[in-house]
């Protein structure tokens, strides 16, 4: 396994995450698909919002800008708007992507401007102390929902398709290698690309449902999942799919901007 330290900015550690967080094995996995691709630092700006897993822009020593609550993909638009030539990756929590951020998400999708969303979906607002998410689920216990959120939970795969994202994937913080994998090919493709990570906040989100700790959850993750289309998700439905559900080529935002320019100088003469 090569080394990610030099794409650390090691003054700001340590880090905040508890202990078992999945948010730290995300950075890994990202900092991984970067190392593997032959990126520059240089070439690549990480954009986010505000939550434990958005902390990510400021460790990582790339261009970053850290901006607010689910706020990163507007930011982002205008970074990739102004700057088409970079990588423009977005790290984010469930709640900055999907509650707070969620009409961002959508039209982002639907444009499909170039850029990498990372979803890490702890189902819960790990930052702000357990608070339910739109993940967090019917029936599961958070800081807010006592006696059982009543809340019906998104498909987040589901929604980034509907609303016309041109990449989509799921996996776990078990499933390193696909991570890794999933994060590369998002990272090249030219379009919209969400990758859902489903991640372990074991400090609310398992401690509320009595889960148990981190390795446990990520046992759940190991056992509740399975490869998109397989056997045993034909047997039991209730499985989660893992897997790229969407890679498509479809015309991208930047390149559409761009030739708009070019007919509006020429119509200028
Ligand atoms: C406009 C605004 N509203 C609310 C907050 C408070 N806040 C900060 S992070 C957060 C939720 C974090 O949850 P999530 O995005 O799922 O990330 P996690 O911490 O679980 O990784 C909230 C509500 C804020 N910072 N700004
Ligand atoms: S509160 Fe949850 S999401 Fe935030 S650092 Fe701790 S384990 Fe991670």
């Given at each position: 396994m090569t080394s990610v330290k030099k794409y650390i900015r090691e003054r700001f550690f340590p880090h905040i995450w508890c202990p078992g967080c999945g948010h730290g094995i995300v950075l890994n996995c990202m900092l991984r698909a970067v190392d593997q691709m032959g990126l520059e630092k240089n070439d690549i700006v990480v954009v986010s919002g505000i939550g434990c897993s958005s902390r990510i822009s400021g460790y990582v020593d790339f261009h970053s800008l850290h901006t607010l609550h689910g706020r990163a993909l507007a930011f982002a638009t205008g970074v990739k708007l102004s700057k088409p030539e970079l990588k423009v990756i977005v790290p984010m929590g469930d709640g900055d992507a999907l509650a707070i951020g969620g009409n961002h998400f959508i039209h982002a999708a639907r444009r499909n401007i170039d850029m990498t969303a990372i979803v890490m979906n702890n189902r819960i607002y790990g930052m702000t102390g357990g608070q339910y998410s739109p993940?967090?689920?019917?029936?599961?216990?958070?800081?807010t929902a006592p006696y059982g959120n009543i809340?019906?939970?998104?498909?987040?795969?589901?929604?980034?398709?509907a609303a016309g994202a041109s990449f989509v994937a799921?996996?776990?913080?078990y499933h390193?290698?696909?991570?890794?994998?999933?994060?590369?090919?998002?990272?090249?493709?030219?379009?919209?690309?969400?990758?859902?990570?489903?991640?372990?906040?074991?400090?609310?989100?398992?401690?509320?449902?009595?889960?148990?700790?981190?390795?446990?959850?990520?046992?759940?993750?190991?056992?509740?999942?399975?490869?998109?289309?397989?056997?045993?998700?034909r047997k039991n439905p209730s499985l989660i799919e893992r897997g790229i559900f969407v890679q498509d080529k479809k015309l991208e935002y930047c390149s559409e901007y761009d030739k708009i320019i070019e007919k509006a100088m020429k119509g200028r003469g």
């Open positions: 993940l967090t689920g019917y029936g599961k216990a958070a800081t809340d019906h939970d998104f498909d987040i795969v589901e929604l980034a398709k799921r996996t776990t913080t390193v290698q696909q991570m890794i994998d999933m994060i590369k090919k998002a990272v090249a493709h030219e379009g919209f690309a969400v990758v859902e990570i489903l991640s372990q906040c074991p400090t609310y989100f398992g401690r509320k449902n009595k889960i148990g700790d981190a390795v446990e959850m990520m046992e759940w993750f190991k056992d509740n999942t399975t490869p998109i289309g397989s056997e045993a998700k």
